[in-house]
């Protein structure tokens, strides 16, 4: 096996999705802690936004400054280099978490026992299954009261659309929670509330009928347990890895993040099943991580909010070959070539130089304005690996500007802001009026604050009942029917910031109505269409 291959299996790059307060920091962090990355839990500094301070955004721009170092969770497990990419739990933020999603291998999904599946997972897993991205499932909080696992299995199979397959199942639950069955391994391991902090000492029993383990648990326990058993193998099918990497079925564990139970189980199968770089579609073909010449593309840009240090940081997913630290590399769109003297690497919570990155690894490149998101670089080939969808706003506001003199600066600074992956901007075809599209109403104070600040420009918005934005497909453009939907919806016919066709929908039943009256228009939610 060449260096660069033994580089490429060692790599497991994947994200963790959950609606916000399921569990997600506090399981990363436990993550941590087996990889030895970090000494006690309660190091990470959270990514995760306080709800206390969802009025003031630049407390929130302060703790997302916080998230640059939480960005990509790097630690060794079991002979693997284990990259945690982390997504931002705060709703107004989802279009982070979507780009994100690009650059991920695989997944863990996190659900809070209590509350089921929820909206924001629903939302995540849906981008998930859009591009067969293997899902392992991880249900927290099992020393609360919550539903009941059967009913959890069914949940996700109705609301995700998923094929779970329990590989651990649990014994009682909240104040009656004894433990977990490893499926696969064939073992109970006793809950302990007192491990929070520490790795590798488990209480496990493989004979469920050894009279020290019916002592603990008791009989009935044990026989529900049982029937438990014997009903997980009627309903499941039985785990097929290949299955997984394909996306068609979803490992279930369960466990308490907070009490560190169940975290080592999740871990060791991960290391064992998840997949490792995967091949990448471009423009003209699959880009295979073992090619020796280095690719990759941005799928995350970082803004600085502090005034005295302007810079950014774009994060480079590698996606074939070796990266090098001073190497010029060319960038396809700009068609010029860049060199990087201090390319990051992150490792748990440090940033450092690095002289060389491979398949999977994130590297942090200081930015001055070159790159937006989903560009690519590569050694030479003119390559476009394919553009990272966006998806319909939920929020849409005119913006208008307030300073006739700074008019330039303001085009300029909301160019670049929209490079960024702030929020999405729409030109209507009526009267070239700009429209701002947003995850959440805190962007557009966000954007607001930044215009001013960084460009010098004055901005004010007006509202605009819009419900979603589609992106018009059809596949007859020159036809009678589109051009008749063209001059009946002309008002409400805008251009992406790519130039794309887009209907700006103001309620569900105008989506109706194309689809009715329009039948051969496609309105499609996402700008991304194979
Ligand atoms: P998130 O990143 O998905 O938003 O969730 P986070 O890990 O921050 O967890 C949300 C809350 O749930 C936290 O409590 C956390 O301590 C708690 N939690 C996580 N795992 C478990 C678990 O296994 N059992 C129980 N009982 N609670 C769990 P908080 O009070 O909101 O925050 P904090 O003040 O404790 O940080």
Known sequence: MSDLEKEIQKRRTFGIISHPDAGKTTLTEKLLLFGGAIQEAGAVKSNKIKRSATSDFMEIERQRGISVATSVLSFNYKG??????????????????????????????????????????????????????????????????????????????????????PLSFPIGMGQDFMGVYNIPEQKIILFESENKQKVGQKHEFTDLDDPDLQAILGSDAI??????????????????????????????????????????????????????????????????????????????????????????????????????????????????????????????????????????DIVGLHDTGNFKIGDTLTEGEKLMFRGIPRFSPEHFRYINNEDPMKAKQLNKGIDQLMDEGVAQLFTLNVNGRKVIGTAGALQYDVIQYRLEHEYGAKCSYEPLNVYKAFWIKTDDPEGDEYKEFLRIKQRYLAKDKDGLPVFLADSPFAVEMVKNDFPSVKLMEISEFE
Request: with cysteine; aromatic share 10%.
């Open 80 to 165: 693997r280099k284990i990259n945690i990419l982390d997504t931002p739990g705060h709703k107004d933020f989802a279009e982070d978490t979507y780009r994100t999603l690009t650059a991920v291998d695989s997944t863990i999904v996190v659900i809070d026992v209590a509350k089921g599946v929820e909206e924001q997972t629903e939302k995540l897993v849906k981008v998930c299954r859009m591009r067969d991205i293997p899902m392992m499932i991880f249900i927290n909080k099992l020393d609360r009261e919550g539903k009941d696992a059967f009913d959890l299995m069914d949940e996700i199979e109705q609301k995700l659309h998923l094929k779970p397959v």
């Open 223 to 360: 026989d529900e347990l049982k029937e438990n058993l014997e009903m997980v193998r009627e309903i499941y099918p039985a785990f097929d890895r290949e299955k997984y990497l394909q996306g068609e079925i979803q490992p279930v564990f369960f466990g308490s993040a907070l009490n560190n139970f169940g975290v080592q189980d999740l871990l060791d199968c991960f290391v064992d099943i998840a997949p490792p770089p995967q091949p990448k579609k471009a423009d003209k073909r699959i880009v295979y991580p073992n090619e020796p010449q280095f690719t990759g593309f941005v799928f995350k840009i970082h803004a600085n909010m502090d005034p005295k240090h302007r810079d950014r940081l774009a994060f480079v997913k590698i996606v074939s070959g070796v990266f090098e630290r001073n190497k010029a590399y060319y960038h396809v769109r700009l068609d010029k070539k860049l060199k990087f003297a201090a390319p990051n690497m992150f490792f748990a919570q440090r940033k450092q130089v690095v002289d060389k990155a491979y398949p999977g």
